[in-house]
Nanobody, 127 residues
Framework: QVQLVESGGGLVKAGGSRRLSCAAS????????MGWFRQTPGKERELVAA????????GYADFVKGRFTIARDNAKNTVALQMTSLQPEATAVYYC????????????????????WGQGTQVTVSS
């Protein structure tokens, strides 16, 4: 069964940090790139960070570069997003997603290239 479950969301003060985690079923996770996306009401879902299956390639949206880090543990079928220096504009529902097909050393950047999605976890940054 395809499954992605995010955790770690919550309320954080501006300037603080938060770590999101996503647990995936083996079938969902195996040899696929993974991504973290976010969405706010009235806006399209946007890529925050992505990582190849091998972990050798990572990519970040310009608005998070240097502050967020994506990492995966293939032995545990998990992918994490470490967020630092959070600001109120980072408030959103954050989604974990698995790529539509096997990619070992690269990742997708388009939402439509991710076929499997978690239910999302809310991150709220207070000023």
């Amino acid at each position: 069964q395809v499954q992605l479950v995010e955790s770690g969301g919550g309320l954080v003060k501006a300037g603080g940090s938060r770590r999101l985690s996503c647990a995936a079923s083996v079938r969902t996770f195996s040899r696929r790139p993974m991504g973290w996306f976010r969405q706010t009401p009235g806006k399209e879902r946007e890529l925050v960070a992505a990582i190849s299956w091998s972990g050798s390639s990572t990519g970040y949206a310009d608005f998070v570069k240097g502050r967020f880090t994506i990492a995966r543990d293939n032995a545990k079928n998990t992918v994490a997003l470490q967020m630092t220096s959070l600001q109120p504009e980072a408030t959103a529902v954050y989604y974990c997603a698995a790529g539509r097909t096997v990619l070992i050393d690269s990742y997708y950047v388009k939402t439509q290239d991710y076929d499997y999605w978690g239910q999302g976890t809310q991150v709220t940054v207070s000023s």
